[in-house]
């Protein structure tokens, strides 16, 4: 039976929910699913923190351990201060010095400044405010917790 206000295309299954007419006669839509799309372009991003994250991390813990090899002294503390001062680097940073780095001959080959291009533009999936908010602060208060425990 069809609803009056269901379009003509549509035909009514269960408790008055409608299925559009290609999908009641079998036929799949085309593309992706809506949110498929926006799941997979934060995927990049969400790749880049993570690996930004456990790099740092280990940078830190190298700095801490040679720190406190060569001192003699207790690993936390110099863990902790590596960690923040790791995220203090990648704050000034902002997450574009690689990129920057990576194409800076280019640049001055060419004639033009370095300058501040898009995500995507070198690689990277975040600007330096993402890198900022989601790599270089959950640094910094992990470094604070570390150096305030004990």
Do not use: I
């Amino acid at each position: 039976m069809h609803c009056p206000e269901d379009p003509p295309g549509n035909h009514p299954v269960g408790a008055g929910f409608a299925v559009p007419a290609a999908l009641a006669l079998g036929k799949r839509p085309r593309g992706p699913a809506p949110g498929y799309r926006a799941a997979m372009s934060l995927l990049p991003a969400v790749r880049q923190v993570v690996g930004s994250l456990v790099l740092a991390a280990l940078a830190a813990a190298v700095a801490g351990g040679v720190w406190s090899a060569a001192t003699g002294e207790g690993f936390r503390v110099r863990f902790a201060l590596s960690l923040m001062v790791v995220a203090g680097l990648l704050a000034l940073a902002g997450g574009t010095l690689v990129p920057r780095m990576a194409t800076a001959e280019l640049h001055a080959f060419l004639g033009r400044g370095p300058g501040n291009e898009e995500p995507g533009d070198q690689g990277e999936a975040l600007t330096p405010l993402g890198v900022f908010l989601f790599v270089a602060l959950p640094l910094f208060a992990a470094g604070l917790v570390a150096y305030g425990s004990g």
